[in-house]
């Protein structure tokens, strides 16, 4: 069969067969050689190595990243305190600016006036002198409003006062009415003239009385006298004319005491009637003085409402911040916001409605990040807060609780968020800072429960 046979065919001693199998191994020796020889490259020789140390890296990577456990929630922005808006009341030009962006302003103070016919300054002129007025009135002390007006003649006359001017106008004639019943005014001489007469009649009542008292003893001295000489008449001491005579005398001086008595009773009618005129010029003058008031508190409320519509007040303390580029001599819309007004003691804070999904997680004290609707979070951040409380008692939406705000609108971004009421917001509850090495860990061995 050639040379394949022999190399297949057995030998009884094996000679045979190891040297095919020696020549069939010595041709692919170099082969071999070569295979063994050859160095495997750098990153198959430690390729396992780099495995663990990636695994190890991954590890550790996935301990410092935090993947928390949440609960998803609507929230809605709430405050005490909450910054105040300042609108334009009526249409027209802001003709004045009178503070800066971040300044510290009062309640009540001027931030800008709105076109206007009347002169802020004369109106500012005029609410002083009201106010004025209402203190002294207040006190008690009217009689030294002539001397105010009479110490500042030119409030007669106030120039551009353009819509308060028919007001003040009214005003001033109810004061010139009112002046006559106060100190040197006609109704209060003729009130002093009264009182001077009702004192001279009380001195001439007092007269009377001791005219009266007089009578009554001479009177009294005479009875007594005329009883000794009826003694003496009797026995016959004395002459019967000399009796009568006595008896005349007594007779005299007993109708002079009812002359003096209708005498007085004349001067206590005289003494009413003055008091009654005296009354009655009094209340005179408490109606001219309610009609002045009335007067004065229509003023009052009218130069109020100016202010509404034209002055720009601050309606709280705090710092002031613009809502826009402002200008003077820019045109304002009714109702258009133009600043606000942050107050020091300002508390922000967010109602959230929490799901009952996972309700049971949810417990104060737990971070909540707040994620604003109207600002983005991907270019704004979030709000940070805390849950304050949680109403036990359930709504048809969920839980109610109250997320306290610590760093107030400042987001995780370091940007400020502008305050606005009810603002909406998704809010993000942790209710497990948990990391991503144990998130995997704990869904595994879920699976694995799971696979059981």
Request: charged share 25%; aromatic share 10%.
């Amino acid at each position: 069969m050639g040379t394949n046979e022999s190399i297949l065919t057995p030998s009884a001693n094996g000679t045979h067969e190891n040297a095919v199998f020696r020549d069939v191994f010595s041709v692919g020796e170099p082969e071999m050689e070569d295979i063994i020889s050859h160095r495997p490259p750098y990153f198959v020789r430690w390729g396992t190595i780099y495995f663990f140390v990636l695994l190890l890296s991954l590890a550790a990577i996935s301990w410092y990243i935090k993947y928390p456990d949440k609960v998803i929630a609507t929230a809605k922005l709430n405050s005490l305190h909450a910054p105040q808006q300042v609108i334009a009341r009526t249409d027209g030009k802001l003709i004045r600016i009178l503070a800066k962006e971040n300044e510290k302003v009062d309640k009540g103070q001027t931030l800008g006036y709105i076109e206007s016919i009347a002169d802020p300054l004369s109106i500012q002129k005029i609410n002083r002198q009201i106010d004025t007025i209402n203190h002294l009135i207040a006190e008690s002390r009217s009689e030294e409003i002539v001397h105010f007006f009479q110490e500042e003649k030119h409030l007669y006359f106030v120039d551009n006062l353009g819509e308060l001017q028919t007001a003040y106008e009214v005003f001033m004639q109810s004061f010139i009415a009112y002046k006559d019943y106060l100190n040197n005014g006609f109704y209060l001489r003729k009130k002093e003239m009264l009182q001077d007469d009702l004192r001279n009649i009380r001195n001439l009542y007092d007269i009377l009385i001791e005219q009266k008292n007089l009578l009554e003893e001479d009177i009294s001295l005479s009875e007594r006298t005329f009883d000794a000489n009826k003694s003496l008449s009797d026995e016959k001491i004395i002459s019967p004319l000399d009796y009568r005579n006595e008896k005349s005398k007594l007779i005299a001086k007993q109708l002079s005491f009812p002359q003096i008595k209708a005498s007085i009773v004349s001067n206590e009618r005289e003494q009413n009637e003055k008091q009654k005129e005296i009354a009655e010029l009094e209340n005179q003058v408490v109606i001219q003085k309610n009609t002045f008031l009335q007067a004065l508190q229509t003023i009052k409320s009218q130069i109020q409402e100016w202010e509404f519509r034209y002055e720009l007040k601050a309606p709280v303390a705090g710092t002031l911040a613009f809502t826009g580029f402002l200008q003077e001599n820019q045109e304002l819309k009714a109702g258009q916001s133009l600043f606000y007004v942050q107050p020091d003691s300002t508390c922000y804070y967010a109602e959230m409605l929490v799901p009952q999904y996972n309700f049971g997680k949810v417990k104060p004290a737990q971070k909540v990040l707040l994620k604003f609707r109207a600002y983005p979070f991907e270019q704004y951040g979030s709000v940070v807060g805390k849950i304050d409380n949680i109403k036990p008692v359930p709504t048809d939406s969920g839980y109610l609780a109250k997320v306290g705000l610590p760093d107030a609108l400042l987001t995780n971004y370091g940007k400020h968020l502008q305050y606005t009421h009810g603002l909406l917001a998704e809010a993000n509850i942790i209710t497990e800072d948990m990391r991503l090495l144990e998130r995997v860990y704990y869904r595994i061995r879920q699976i694995t429960n799971e696979g059981r």
